[in-house]
């Protein structure tokens, strides 16, 4: 039913349950994990900014390789990848160049004013997606609940 699944990664714990999810699907259709990382550009004049960008684009390249790991720990083929753009753009235009069947995400589940002046990119990407998208929301005390 899969051979590629997307997993966008950040790091965070919200994440944590949609790469286990990601890879329980891996593992049971014998699908390819793919998983990205998007770091955001900076646009600035101010020199000392760069730093911080290799900051964020190592952070990134770090959340990748722990995707990779738990694939591999779990016998699953893993392709990684940084892109720079817009989150829920780079996710969509990686989705559709790559041709997968399914995207994995994990949500905050913010709500409320929160959901408003955060936006989400998981929500933007359910809604904009031509392939169907697979939500983990992170429970409170932080552990992956079910999906959405």
Known sequence: ?????LVPTDGSEAVDGAIDRAIDLATQYGATLHAVA???PIYTVNEGLGSIYDTLESDARASVDEVAERGEAADVTVVTALRT????RE???YAEEEDVDLIVMGTHGRT???RYLLGSVTEKV???SDVPVLTVRQREDGAAGGDE
């Open 1 to 5: 039913m899969y051979d590629r699944i």
């Open 38 to 40: 998007v770091v955001e």
């Open 85 to 88: 753009g817009v989150t829920h």
């Open 91 to 93: 996710i969509l235009d």
């Open 112 to 114: 409320g004013l929160d």
């Open 126 to 128: 359910v809604r904009l």
